[in-house]
C-alpha cells in the first residue's frame, strides 16, 4: 500500500528543483549559524510537512526526520543538508528508509522489543518479529507495508458497527484521512458520497476504500497516466483509459472518474477534469504554506523583473546590444530559410493582367521554374544581401517594442494581460519597425524584379543594366527610400498585432507555456501557425506597397498613392488581385517567423545576458510529478511513524515544546 516508484524516478535532483528547493529553503530558514542561513525542526516541518496533515498531534512526528537531514548533529540544517534530504525522498525506497532510519539511528538493523504491536490482527507477522531479536530493512520495508494494511483493515472494521463490508460516506473519509493524502475540505472529500454502492445507498464499501487509498497513495501514477494519454485526445471513456495504462486497477480508475467528473459511475472525463484531480492531491501534499502561497510567487517573480530593471546604464546598453545581435542572428536565419519563396511571391504580386504582352508566370510554381532556368539557383536569392542587412534592426526592434510595451501593460500583480493591450503592443512593435523595413523592402523589390527586367531587354538597342543595391539607394534617394510607406505601415501594423497575439496564445493555451519548458518543435510550430493569418489577412496592403514601390514598364498603369493603387487595381484586376501572392507569402511569412521566434527564444536560453542565468521554465508535469512522488513518500514515511508510535515503540522523538523555544 505504500507507494512504490520506478527507476526514472529516483534520479539526483535536477538544476531546477535544487534552485526551487534553495529558495524555499531562504524562505523558511529561522536561524543563523557562522553567518549562514539554517533551518530548526520547527522550520523544517513546515518546509516539508504536506498540507494533509492537519493533526497537531501528527505534525511532530515529522521533527523525527530531523535527525536524517541533519546529519552532523547540530540540531539546525544547512541548506545543503536540506537539499541533500529532498534528494533522498526521490529515492525509490524512501517511503521506507526514512522511518527505518528514523527508528534505526545509525544502525544496519532493528531492534525488535516492542515492535510486535505493529502487527495488529497479523497473527503471522506478530509470530516473525517475536521470533527476531532484529530485522534488517529488506524484512522491515515488508512488514511495515503490510502492518499499514492491517490498520486499514482495522480502522475499516471498527468504523463498520454492522459488519456489513460497508459503511457510511463520513466514516470513509475519516479512516482515508488517517492513511492517504486527503483534504477533508477538498472537492474530493466532498464528492465521496458518489461512490457509495448504489444511487439510493448511503454505504461505501471496503474495496472501495481500497482502492481509493490506494489510488491517492501515489497521485504521481495519475499524472504519468493522464500524461500517457494527453496527447491524444481532450476527452476520454473508461474503457480507452483502462487500455492505455496498466498503472491503475480498473476500480481505481473507476474511483478517479467519478471524483474527477464529478458524476456518480461516470463514463468518461475530460483531461481538464483529470488535471484538476491531481493538482488537488499535489495541494495536499505540498507544504500549507507553499500551497497557499501564490501571493509570494508573484511577488518574486516581480521583484526579480524589478530587479532585473535596476541595470546601470552601462549594463542596460550592454544588454540592448545583446538583444539587437539575438534579434539579427535569429532574423537573418530566418530571411535566409525562406528568401526564395518571398522572391516568388514578390514577382507574382508584381504581375499585371491589363498590360502589354502576356503573363510571364501562371502561377507560384512556374514562377520558380522559370526563376531557376533563366537565371540559375542564385536567383532565387537576389536581393538576400540588403535584406540580411536591413533584417537585424528590423527585427531588433520589432522585437524589443514588443516586449517593452507588453511588460508594461501587463498586471504586475496577476501576471495577465488584456487581449486589446496585447493586440497593442504588437501594433506598436510593426509602426517602429517601418523606418527600417520600408527602405529595405523597397531596395529588396527592385533587385527581385530586376531579373525580369533583364530577359525582357535581352537584344534590345539599349538593354538595362544590372544594378547593385548601393547604386539603387542613390538613385532612390532618402525620400524615395519610404516611398510606400503609408502602405508598409498598413501591412506592418496590423501582421505585428495578429502575430504576436497569436504566438502568445498558441504558446500558453495550446503549448502550454508555463506548466512545461517549450521544445524547440513547439516554439517553430507556435510561430508558424501564428504566421498564417497573419500573413494573409494582411496580403492586401502588401501587394499595394509593392505596386508602389516597383517601377512601371513601359504600358503598365502607374499610381500616385495609397487610395489610387487600391482603386485602380479593384477596376483593373478586380477584389482577387489584393490577394496575389497570398499563397507564398503565407509560405514564406510562416515558416520565417517561426524560425525566427524559435532561434530567438533558443539563443536567449543558450547563451543568457550575463546576470540573467536564472532559473529556465520547468516543465510543470514533470516538477509536479516529481513533488508527488517524494511528498507522497514523505507522508506515508510519517505514516509508518504513526504506526510504530501507536504500538509504544520508542525512536527518539523531537520535544516540539522545546525545540520550538529554543528556535524562538
Do not use: W
Not at 535544487?18 to 531562504?26: G, N, V, Y
Not at 490482527?121 to 507495508?145: C, M, N, R, T
Not at 501515489?218 to 487500455?243: C, E, H, L, M, Y
Not at 514564406?588 to 546576470?611: A, D
Request: contains cysteine; hydrophobic residues 40%.
Amino acid at each position: 500500500m505504500i507507494p512504490h516508484r520506478s527507476a526514472t524516478q529516483s534520479s539526483p535532483l535536477s538544476a531546477n528543483d535544487a534552485a526551487r528547493f534553495s529558495e524555499i529553503f531562504d524562505r523558511y530558514a529561522d536561524s543563523v549559524s557562522d553567518g549562514s542561513k539554517c533551518m530548526s525542526p520547527v522550520a523544517f516541518i513546515n518546509a516539508v510537512v504536506p498540507a494533509a496533515v492537519l493533526s497537531e498531534g501528527k505534525r511532530p512526528l515529522y521533527a523525527s526526520f530531523f535527525n536524517v537531514a541533519d546529519k552532523s548533529g547540530r540540531g539546525l540544517l544547512t541548506k545543503d543538508d536540506f537539499i541533500r534530504f529532498q534528494s533522498l525522498l526521490r529515492h525509490n525506497d524512501a517511503a521506507f528508509r526514512l522511518p527505518f532510519h528514523t527508528a534505526a539511528g545509525s544502525k544496519d538493523s532493528l531492534d525488535t522489543s516492542n515492535l510486535s504491536g505493529i502487527a495488529g490482527g497479523d497473527k503471522a507477522s506478530a509470530a516473525y518479529i517475536k521470533s527476531k531479536a532484529a530485522i534488517a530493512f529488506p524484512e522491515f520495508s515488508q512488514l511495515i507495508d503490510s502492518a499499514r494494511t492491517e490498520h486499514i483493515r482495522a480502522a475499516f472494521a471498527k468504523a463498520d458497527t454492522q459488519g456489513r463490508g460497508a459503511t457510511t460516506v463520513d466514516k470513509i473519509l475519516a479512516v482515508a484521512c488517517e492513511f492517504a493524502p486527503l483534504d477533508p475540505d477538498s472537492i474530493i472529500s466532498h464528492r465521496l458520497a458518489l461512490l457509495t454502492e448504489s444511487p439510493d445507498s448511503s454505504l461505501v464499501g471496503y474495496p472501495t476504500l481500497l482502492a481509493l487509498v490506494s489510488l491517492l497513495s501515489n497521485p504521481a501514477k495519475i499524472r504519468q497516466a493522464i500524461d500517457g494519454i494527453a496527447a491524444k485526445t481532450n476527452s476520454i471513456s473508461i474503457d480507452d483509459f483502462v487500455s492505455t495504462t496498466s498503472l491503475l486497477s480498473p476500480l481505481e480508475v473507476r474511483i478517479l472518474f467519478t471524483l474527477a467528473a464529478g458524476k456518480s459511475s461516470a463514463e468518461s472525463a475530460t483531461l481538464a477534469n483529470l488535471e484538476e484531480f491531481v493538482d488537488i492531491c499535489h495541494k495536499s501534499l505540498v507544504p500549507l504554506v507553499v500551497s497557499n502561497d501564490k501571493e509570494h510567487a508573484q511577488k518574486t517573480e516581480s521583484s526579480s523583473s524589478h530587479a532585473k530593471q535596476q541595470r546601470s546604464i552601462m549594463m542596460e546598453a550592454a544588454f540592448q546590444g545583446y538583444n539587437f545581435v539575438v534579434g539579427a542572428i535569429a532574423g537573418g536565419i530566418g530571411a535566409a530559410v525562406v528568401y526564395p519563396i518571398d522572391l516568388v511571391k514578390t514577382r507574382m504580386q508584381n504581375q499585371r493582367v491589363a498590360v502589354v504582352g502576356e503573363m510571364l508566370y501562371k502561377n507560384s510554381i512556374d514562377c520558380f521554374r522559370k526563376v531557376v532556368r533563366n537565371e540559375g539557383i542564385l536567383g532565387l536569392y537576389r536581393g538576400l544581401g540588403p535584406q540580411l542587412v536591413g533584417v537585424a534592426p528590423e527585427k531588433a526592434i520589432k522585437l524589443t517594442v514588443n516586449d517593452f510595451v507588453r511588460a508594461r501593460l501587463t498586471n504586475r500583480k496577476t501576471g495577465e494581460i488584456q487581449f486589446t493591450s496585447e493586440l497593442f503592443s504588437g501594433a506598436m512593435a510593426g509602426a517602429s519597425q517601418v523606418v527600417f523595413t520600408n527602405p529595405l523592402e523597397i531596395v529588396k523589390i527592385r533587385l527581385q524584379i530586376q531579373g525580369e527586367l533583364l530577359k525582357e531587354t535581352t537584344g534590345q538597342s539599349a538593354p538595362i543594366v544590372r544594378r547593385g543595391a548601393v547604386t539603387i539607394v542613390k538613385e532612390l534617394g532618402l525620400l524615395g527610400l519610404y516611398k510606400g510607406a503609408s502602405a508598409c505601415l498598413l501591412r506592418d501594423v496590423p501582421f505585428s498585432a495578429i502575430y504576436f497575439s497569436c504566438y502568445s496564445h498558441l504558446k500558453k493555451d495550446l503549448f502550454h507555456e508555463g506548466e512545461r519548458r517549450l521544445s524547440v518543435i513547439d516554439l517553430l510550430l507556435a510561430g508558424a501557425i501564428a504566421g498564417m493569418p497573419a500573413a494573409y489577412l494582411t496580403t492586401p496592403a502588401d501587394v499595394i506597397k509593392t505596386r508602389l514601390q516597383v517601377v512601371a514598364k513601359q504600358g503598365e498603369t502607374t499610381y500616385s498613392g495609397l487610395i489610387d493603387a487600391a482603386r485602380k487595381i479593384y477596376k483593373e484586376e478586380g477584389f482577387k488581385a489584393f490577394f496575389k501572392g497570398g499563397a507564398a507569402r503565407v509560405l514564406r511569412s510562416s515558416p520565417q517567423f517561426g524560425t525566427t521566434l524559435m532561434c530567438y527564444e533558443l539563443i536567449h536560453r543558450l547563451v543568457p545576458f550575463p546576470g540573467d542565468e536564472h532559473r529556465a521554465p520547468a516543465d510543470h508535469h514533470m516538477e509536479q510529478k516529481s513533488d508527488l512522488s517524494s511528498q507522497a513518500a514523505l507522508f506515508y514515511a510519517g505514516n509508518a511513524l504513526q504506526i510504530l508510535h501507536n504500538a509504544n515503540y520508542k525512536f527518539g522523538r523531537f520535544n516540539m515544546a522545546s525545540a520550538a523555544k529554543s528556535s524562538s
